[in-house]
């Protein structure tokens, strides 16, 4: 079965730098997003890596790695705005995004 | 930028009745539209994929006879929810999938449509 995995939720301070990790195991690999979604909002893309390495945006990186079925989004000088929930969706071989739970971010003063 | 719009933004409805859901592209042509569910706390859950002229793909356990997608032109695609019940009251929203360079294969996603049904 296709399965992925990210952190429930996770608690940084306003500042600081958070990673937030996500595992995966799908019927083939085209690519991964993240998303942004605020609480009773719509996701908002965030990044999309396709091959292995570091994707820098502003505040925002992307890490993959295909070989471990593995990312990372990386947040960092954190904002209290960063307060949401974070989306890990994978592109399948069928070219489908399979979706995580999505890890709860709180951010504290 | 690519701009996805849903109408209506909240409804509430008595048990029985049937509500539609738009979703629009706004700026692009979409091929391709996607229905999700969300409850609260929960992940997006895929209801369905819609494609412009033909009949939309339901995902296991979604009853196509009770959530009726129509994807009739290249820019509206629409959900409509028959025989309300309560237990349908949910967050519903829809994307497009975008086809470009930087991020093949993206979905941009509509403000969402708050289901009650009382």
């Known amino acids: 079965g296709q399965n992925i995995d990210q952190p429930t939720e996770m608690t940084a301070t306003e500042g600081a730098i958070v990673q937030i990790n996500c595992t995966y195991q799908?019927?083939?690999?085209?690519?991964l997003f993240w998303y942004q979604q605020h609480a009773g909002e719509a996701p908002t893309f965030l990044s999309y890596n396709v091959l292995d390495g570091l994707e820098e945006k502003g505040r925002f990186s992307s890490f993959l790695s295909r070989s471990k079925g593995y990312s990372y989004l990386l947040l960092k000088e954190l904002q209290m705005k960063d307060s949401a929930s974070y989306l890990c969706?994978?592109?399948?071989?069928?070219?489908?995004?399979?979706w995580g739970a999505g890890t709860k971010l709180i951010i504290k003063p | 930028g690519a701009v996805v719009s849903q109408h209506p933004s909240w409804v509430i409805c008595k048990s029985g009745t049937s509500v539609k859901i738009e979703c629009r592209s706004l700026d692009f042509q979409a091929t391709t539209m996607f229905w999700y569910r969300q409850f609260p706390k929960q992940s997006l859950m895929l209801m369905a994929t819609s494609n412009e002229g033909s009949k939309a793909t339901y995902e296991q356990g979604v009853e196509k006879d009770k959530f009726l997608i129509n994807h009739a032109s290249l820019t509206l695609s629409t959900l409509t929810v028959t025989s309300a019940h309560p237990e349908d009251s949910s967050f519903y929203i829809c994307?497009?999938?975008?086809?470009?360079?930087?991020?093949?294969?993206?979905?941009?996603f509509g403000p969402g449509t708050r289901l009650t049904v009382t």
């Open positions: 969706a994978v592109l399948d071989s069928n070219y489908q995004l399979i």
């Open positions: 994307s497009a999938r975008v086809v470009h360079e930087g991020a093949p294969y993206e979905q941009y």
């Open positions: 799908t019927s083939g690999f085209n690519g």
